[in-house]
């Protein structure tokens, strides 16, 4: 599943490091229906940041698709907001019962 891992520089323009070719490309405006995270605080808006903040989100991910309870396919989803309002709701409805 392909995604995107992105931040928007100063000039407004936004930066996109590609999950299947590894590639950087720069847009003006964000792409639609594409699933794209955003850069964490705490890294550095750069090529270098951006390439650390991929390495550490496939590790992340992984451990959340390997969790026996939550078991969250997070790159399945359009962005950090949906991944985490999806999750929600399909906890909430777990508990409900």
């Not at 490091?17 to 490309?25: F, M, P, R, Y």
Request: net charge positive.
């Amino acid at each position: 599943m392909s995604y995107k891992i992105y931040f928007q520089q100063e000039d407004g323009y936004f930066r996109m490091l590609c999950s299947s070719t590894n590639e950087i490309t720069v847009h003006k405006f964000m792409p639609k229906k594409i699933n794209a995270f955003a850069l964490f605080k705490g890294y550095k808006a750069s090529d270098d940041g951006i390439h650390k903040f991929h390495e550490d989100f496939k590790q992340w991910s992984k451990e959340l698709r390997c969790n026996n309870i939550l078991s969250i396919e997070y790159k399945k989803y359009y962005s950090h907001h949906s991944a985490v309002e999806m999750t929600f709701k399909r906890l909430c409805k777990m508990g409900a019962s």
